[in-house]
């Protein structure tokens, strides 16, 4: 059985960092493209960063480019979300998905709430 588990998330200050994680099981985590989004209260679900199967070709939302990278481990079957500079409007519940042609799969997200 697929599945994804978020964590990392919790309370930090503006300008702060967090580091979220999003172990795999249950599929061949390698073969998938993974990726990270949130959801604000009131708003839409957005596509945060995405990561091809082998780790290259990083995409990022113009609003956390240069503040956020993603990475993955094949090895740990971990893909990584490093947030610095955070923001009070990067305020949300972070998800992660993989997927793979019509397969797809989400977590049950990490609440990150950026704020004095």
């Known amino acids: 059985q697929a599945r994804l588990v978020e964590s990392g998330g919790g309370l930090v200050q503006p300008g702060g960092s967090l580091r979220l994680s999003c172990a795999a099981s249950?599929?061949?985590?390698?073969?998938?493209?993974m990726s990270w989004y949130r959801q604000a209260p009131g708003k839409e679900r957005e596509l945060v960063a995405d990561i091809n199967s082998s780790g290259g070709n990083p995409n990022y939302a113009d609003s956390v480019k240069d503040r956020f990278t993603i990475s993955r481990d094949n090895a740990k079957n971990t893909v990584y979300l490093q947030m610095n500079s955070l923001k009070p409007e990067d305020t949300a519940v972070y998800y992660c998905?993989?997927?793979?042609?019509?397969?797809?799969?989400w977590g049950q997200g990490t609440q990150v709430t950026v704020s004095s």
């Open positions: 249950g599929f061949t985590f390698s073969m998938y493209v």
């Open positions: 998905k993989s997927v793979l042609g019509s397969l797809n799969y």
